[in-house]
């Protein structure tokens, strides 16, 4: 694959009651916009996350990874672990990023990615924005969390769950029946929660990238 040419830029983005650092990277031609929500203690430095968006940039996607916390957010979830479960917490930051996303750049699709609590959070917005939601891709997400949510969520939703994490897997399972859009539930063979197998994180950036090309046309349009 030839590699595409990308700029990437740090970007703020103000959630109401707090500003979030975020890195915001776009290929020169884009179709869609992919926001990740990481996962539970997590940051936008999440080496998985990142792997992920690299190869959807490759794909043609811009990618913003941002800080669902912040700093000093981060400094007490490090010796409590509470708000790292405080999914109304993190969607609404998720919503907010998705909101300055769409008043500020061009009417790119925007599809949300999910890892863990993350995944929850993704949902969610896509339940509050469902006219700019195209899509939603959870890895290991624990996405039952979203709670009555997920009854207004119409957009297409990829569950990607790793076999060797069963407890995560029936989550999932009982959530893609609550979910009112189209839902594809896609196991991973050998995989635990992390994916960090060899060959485990390069299986859903497929599994990613093939659903991108059925939620999005070519020139960035919802295909008809």
Known sequence: MTE????????????????????????????AVVVFAHGSGSSRHSPRNRHVAGALQQAGCATLLMDLLTAE?????????????????LAGRLVAAVDWWTADADELPVVTFGASTGAAAALIT????????????????????AGAALGRVVAPTLLVVGEADPQVLELNRRAAER??????????????HLFEEPGALDAVVELTIAAVDRWV??????PT
């Open 4 to 31: 595409a040419a990308a700029t990437e830029r740090a970007v703020r983005i103000d959630a109401g009651d707090a500003t979030l650092d975020a890195d915001l990277t776009t290929p020169d031609v884009a179709r």
């Open 73 to 89: 957010e981060e400094h007490v979830d490090l010796a409590t672990g509470e708000l790292r479960f405080d999914i109304g917490l």
């Open 126 to 145: 896509a339940a509050d924005r469902p006219e700019q939601i195209v899509g939603v891709v959870s890895r290991g997400g624990r996405v039952d969390l």
């Open 179 to 192: 979910l009112r859009g189209p839902v594809d539930v896609e196991v991973v063979a050998g995989a635990t």
């Open 217 to 222: 046309a070519p020139g960035g349009r919802r």
